[in-house]
């Protein structure tokens, strides 16, 4: 594709055409004209039909807020959450750090240790609402799916710090029981309905 | 005899008074609701069921708020204003007729306060006066947007009170009367008056209209009060009860000049039975719907245009019609 089209910058020059304006009266007469014109046009009887149409219509678009809500889309970046794993409800933040490395504000803190497994195990995580802004990279760069954003979007509270906790973040365990945990619909998200085909590791022999 | 009079004179002041203070709030409501309705949204809600609560709990605030005088306010004319405005609107109710005369526990009652002979043109004069409320208001509250309001309401009571004026000349040399139920009698005689003497009734029945919008100041006129020009105009400072006799009048006159347009070109309430009646407060309806509707779907026009209007085309008009009337009737 050639590149003239967009760097021609000389806007006046095509694509662009004049409203069609009728030219100005300037004797007494032309201007009688179009004002008898404009009153026997009846424009203002095709106002009145159309705010009449819509109120026969009665096609309210009117949302009750607290009673009933817009569906918010899957990508929306509102309070994180942490995932847990399908097969064995554990959580699947693996502390790799990625999050805390990416944050542009700084904002995700994380502290690791070896557990007596020998695993790395997440001792600390905590992210600093107030200075969050809500960028969604923490939940780009997770390679495991852990770290997402919800769509909670209302939270209260006399700092924004004290929205929701790590725990609070967390897939509650219940949820986890009736399989009701929600995946990350965006980028990078499993295929739909993958998490049904998902059978539980059997852990205890 | 005198007694009774007085009495019933009495009865039917304060049942007029208190149905249209209470119309004014309920008006107030269909406002809301038909104006949402027409913007697809719901308007009131929440406060009772579909909302109808919502006016007593405008009420309740209205009564409850701080009244307010400013510092540099000329204090008595201030309060005196809203009250201009609310009672002279009450006051032009007197020589309406709301219903035919009927009958009860065999005592004839005359939905009329006075049926005086120049009851149309007390009903004019008397809602002439109420513009001191919005004038006298505007020009005491010591505010720049409330003095361009007072200004503007000057401008636009000398332009619409020639149309009203000239307007109902045609109607009135055809009656032969200024009392309304002359009028109503007339009309059921001859037919409705829009229908009569070859259009002349038609034309001076658009000029009341269009003269009743810058009466009441309703939205095409709306430019005393306007909310994206200036403010709430005289209103600005006003606050709790004053502001809302205000309110009370602007409705009042609202319902009392959708009174008076059928009255004066439609029929009234016709030959005075219980259809009749139900037509006269069906035509009432409607004129007041048509108020709103024009709010809902018109933009408004700025005070030059609406004295261009009143005096370049809609005077000539009414001045013209008159003639045609004369020559029709010699």
């Given at each position: 594709?050639?590149?003239?089209?967009?760097?021609?910058?000389?806007v006046?020059?095509?694509g662009?055409?004049?409203?069609?304006?009728?030219?100005?009266?300037?004797?007494?007469?032309?201007?009688?004209?179009?004002v008898?014109?404009r009153?026997?046009?009846?424009e203002?009887?095709v106002g009145l039909?159309?705010?009449?149409?819509?109120?026969?219509?009665f096609?309210i678009?009117?949302i009750?807020?607290?009673?009933?809500k817009?569906p918010i889309?899957?990508?929306?970046?509102?309070?994180?959450?942490?995932?847990?794993l399908?097969?064995s409800?554990?959580e699947?933040?693996?502390?790799c750090g990625l999050?805390?490395?990416?944050?542009?504000?700084?904002?995700?803190k994380?502290?690791?240790?070896?557990?007596?497994?020998?695993?790395k195990?997440?001792?600390?995580y905590?992210?600093?609402?107030?200075?969050?802004?809500?960028?969604?990279?923490?939940?780009?760069v997770?390679p495991e799916?852990a770290?997402?954003?919800?769509g909670?979007?209302?939270n209260?509270s006399?700092q924004?710090?004290?929205?929701?906790?790590?725990?609070g973040?967390?897939?509650?365990?219940?949820?986890m029981?009736?399989?009701?945990q929600?995946?990350?619909?965006?980028?990078?998200?499993i295929t739909?309905h993958e998490?049904?085909?998902?059978?539980k590791t059997?852990?205890?022999? | 005899?005198?007694?009774?009079?007085?009495i019933?004179t009495?009865?039917?002041?304060v049942?007029?008074?208190?149905?249209f203070?209470a119309?004014?709030g309920i008006g107030?409501?269909?406002?809301r609701k038909i104006?949402?309705?027409?913007?697809?949204?719901?308007?009131?809600?929440?406060?009772?069921?579909f909302?109808?609560?919502?006016v007593?709990?405008?009420g309740?605030?209205?009564?409850?708020k701080?009244?307010?005088?400013?510092t540099n306010?000329?204090a008595?004319?201030f309060?005196?204003?809203?009250?201009?405005t609310?009672?002279t609107?009450?006051m032009?109710a007197?020589a309406?007729?709301?219903l035919?005369?009927?009958?009860?526990?065999?005592?004839t009652?005359?939905?009329?306060?006075a049926?005086?002979?120049?009851?149309?043109l007390?009903?004019?004069?008397?809602?002439?006066?109420?513009l001191?409320?919005?004038?006298l208001?505007?020009m005491?509250?010591?505010?720049?947007f409330?003095l361009?309001?007072?200004?503007?309401?000057?401008?636009?009571?000398?332009?619409?009170?020639?149309?009203?004026?000239?307007?109902?000349?045609?109607?009135?040399?055809?009656?032969?009367?200024?009392?309304?139920?002359?009028?109503?009698n007339?009309?059921?005689?001859?037919?409705?008056?829009?229908?009569n003497l070859?259009?002349?009734?038609?034309?001076?029945?658009?000029?009341?209209?269009?003269a009743?919008?810058?009466?009441?100041?309703?939205?095409?006129?709306?430019?005393?009060?306007?909310?994206?020009?200036i403010?709430d105009?005289?209103g600005?400072?006003?606050?709790?009860?004053?502001?809302?006799?205000?309110?009370?009048?602007?409705?009042?006159?609202?319902?009392?000049?959708?009174?008076?347009i059928?009255?004066?070109?439609?029929?009234?309430?016709?030959?005075?039975?219980?259809?009749?009646?139900l037509a006269l407060?069906?035509?009432?309806?409607?004129f007041?719907f048509f108020?709103?509707?024009?709010?809902?779907?018109?933009?408004d026009?700025?005070?030059?245009?609406?004295?261009?209007?009143?005096?370049?085309?809609l005077?000539?008009?009414a001045?013209?019609?008159?003639?045609?009337?004369?020559?029709i009737m010699?």
């Amino acid at each position: 594709m050639k590149n003239e089209a967009f760097n021609d910058r000389n806007v006046s020059s095509d694509g662009y055409f004049k409203v069609d304006i009728a030219e100005y009266p300037t004797d007494g007469w032309a201007k009688f004209t179009r004002v008898v014109r404009r009153t026997f046009r009846a424009e203002l009887f095709v106002g009145l039909w159309v705010v009449l149409r819509e109120m026969l219509k009665f096609d309210i678009h009117t949302i009750q807020y607290p009673l009933e809500k817009m569906p918010i889309g899957p990508r929306y970046r509102a309070v994180h959450e942490m995932k847990r794993l399908w097969e064995s409800d554990a959580e699947r933040c693996i502390g790799c750090g990625l999050c805390e490395k990416i944050c542009i504000s700084n904002c995700i803190k994380m502290d690791t240790k070896i557990d007596e497994h020998s695993r790395k195990e997440v001792s600390e995580y905590t992210i600093n609402l107030g200075r969050c802004i809500f960028c969604g990279y923490c939940a780009e760069v997770c390679p495991e799916l852990a770290i997402t954003h919800g769509g909670e979007y209302e939270n209260c509270s006399e700092q924004r710090e004290h929205f929701i906790d790590y725990t609070g973040m967390l897939t509650p365990l219940e949820m986890m029981a009736n399989g009701t945990q929600k995946e990350f619909e965006g980028f990078g998200a499993i295929t739909p309905h993958e998490d049904e085909s998902v059978k539980k590791t059997p852990l205890s022999y | 005899m005198e007694v009774a009079y007085l009495i019933e004179t009495v009865i039917k002041v304060v049942v007029i008074l208190l149905v249209f203070s209470a119309l004014a709030g309920i008006g107030t409501y269909f406002e809301r609701k038909i104006l949402a309705f027409m913007q697809r949204r719901l308007g009131p809600m929440n406060v009772g069921p579909f909302g109808l609560l919502q006016v007593a709990a405008d009420g309740i605030k209205l009564f409850t708020k701080e009244d307010i005088i400013p510092t540099n306010v000329v204090a008595p004319i201030f309060k005196m204003a809203p009250v201009i405005t609310a009672s002279t609107a009450f006051m032009a109710a007197a020589a309406i007729p709301f219903l035919p005369e009927f009958e009860i526990f065999g005592y004839t009652v005359h939905p009329i306060v006075a049926d005086i002979n120049i009851g149309i043109l007390y009903i004019l004069g008397i809602m002439g006066v109420g513009l001191y409320g919005p004038l006298l208001g505007g020009m005491a509250s010591a505010n720049k947007f409330a003095l361009l309001s007072a200004a503007r309401g000057a401008a636009v009571f000398i332009s619409y009170e020639v149309v009203t004026g000239l307007s109902i000349l045609a109607p009135i040399m055809m009656v032969g009367s200024l009392s309304l139920i002359d009028f109503n009698n007339y009309q059921i005689e001859n037919g409705w008056i829009v229908f009569n003497l070859y259009g002349v009734g038609f034309v001076a029945f658009i000029l009341f209209w269009i003269a009743a919008f810058a009466e009441t100041g309703r939205t095409p006129f709306h430019l005393i009060a306007n909310d994206h020009e200036i403010i709430d105009g005289f209103g600005t400072e006003y606050s709790g009860m004053r502001w809302g006799l205000f309110f009370i009048g602007e409705y009042a006159n609202m319902f009392f000049i959708s009174f008076v347009i059928p009255l004066l070109f439609l029929g009234g309430y016709g030959d005075g039975s219980l259809l009749g009646a139900l037509a006269l407060l069906g035509k009432v309806a409607f004129f007041f719907f048509f108020f709103l509707w024009t709010r809902a779907a018109w933009p408004d026009v700025r005070p030059d245009q609406l004295m261009w209007l009143c005096w370049k085309v809609l005077m000539p008009i009414a001045v013209v019609n008159i003639l045609i009337a004369a020559i029709i009737m010699i």
